[in-house]
């Protein structure tokens, strides 16, 4: 569930068995995750990710990134459009770039568009130093209530050392969302662990 400009609540399964992995919810500036129903975590979006457990680094922002990619920001991101055509593919391939404090260019992310279709197939996102922070494929575009989503995204985040699969089967779009749905209950006799 998305509602803007940034509450989102995210429920995953385990593959094959079905049973929950986690389900986490984030106003924006924090996110609540129950992990299994064996362990409640809390903290801010921004937290770093060090833990060991890939699903204890998950980070709402990581999937809003991938889900909704943002429109160009002409403040603070300049453009450049390439032609990144071989043998296989032919794309076109975006690049935003930020400024940095000295007025050039830092690497800001890249998305690639089919030249056939210009749907979108790839983003990266790049931290200020210029290593790949979220490499997302996006296939399978079908419409939903009219609106073009892609039904795979496939998010990789190497630094933070886990990837995610989500298979989009249904969608609905601009319907109320009541508030209590972005609540996350800490379930009793569950341990919480807070990261900061």
Do not use: C
Not at 92 to 121: C, H, K, M
């Amino acid at each position: 569930l998305f509602s803007k400009p940034d509450a989102i609540r995210i429920q995953a399964d385990l593959p094959f068995v079905g049973a929950l992995a986690f389900d986490m919810v984030s106003n924006g500036s924090m996110f609540r995750l129950n992990r299994e129903n064996q362990e409640f975590i809390t903290g801010l979006n921004s937290a770093p990710a060090r833990s060991r457990n890939k699903i204890d680094n998950l980070r709402p922002q990581a999937f809003l990134s991938s889900l909704l990619i943002q429109p160009w920001d002409q403040k603070t991101e300049s453009v450049m459009l390439k032609d990144d055509t071989d043998e296989e593919n032919a794309l076109y391939r975006l690049e935003f770039n930020r400024r940095s404090g000295s007025g050039g260019p830092v690497a800001g992310r890249e998305v690639w568009f089919d030249r056939q279709d210009l749907t979108i197939v790839r983003q990266k996102v790049y931290d200020p130093k210029g290593a790949v922070v979220s490499d997302t494929g996006y296939s399978g575009w079908k419409n939903f209530n009219g609106v073009p989503f892609p039904s795979h995204i496939d998010i990789n985040r190497r630094m933070d050392e886990y990837g995610v699969a989500i298979e989009v089967r249904q969608m609905e779009m601009n319907k109320e969302i009541a508030p209590g749905k972005f609540v996350l209950p800490q379930p009793e006799g569950i341990q919480v662990r807070v990261i900061e």
